[in-house]
């Protein structure tokens, strides 16, 4: 640094271990230069209600914007947007009953139950659709249990009852989200 001035000078430069430039078309995939713009937010979170998956919304600006290139983010950035509306909507619990109550309307064999504690907040939920009711009681004679421990945004066990079929292929019972691992919630789960 010049003392006098205040402002920093090179003093000794090596090209030795230097790479190129990126070029400027490619600047665009650096992690500080990309954004989703609102706009796409938006178009995303429609598409995402009828059900299409990110990498085909990804595809679908791709194909808007003339290529690949012209989009300036990348599918994990497109995740991480849903990842931070779910937390911050802090709507999932209510989302997830709305989803089973609709499902419930088309499946009326579709079996769910929950546990709220005093405060409103959701504990435990338990779910079984129809046809896993109808696999559990032609190929439930051996259940296998299984939880998957932190695997989920909010670092809740996941429970799942599967089982094999004639085919032997893993035929699913039904599923449950548990806020924590006391006997009385196993106790729970299993009645």
Known sequence: MDDESGRWHVAYFSNAHNHHVLELRFSSMLPSHRRMSEADIEQMNDMRKWGIGVSRIRSFMASLTGGYHNVPYITRDM?????????EGGLDAESCLRYLRECKANDPTLYYKEVVDEEGVL??????DGTSRIDYQVFGDVVAFDATYKKNVYLLPLLVFSGVNHHNQTVLFAAALVADEKEETYVWLFQ
């Open 79 to 87: 995740h991480n947007v849903n990842a931070k509306q779910r937390r």
């Open 123 to 128: 504990q435990h939920l338990f779910w079984c």
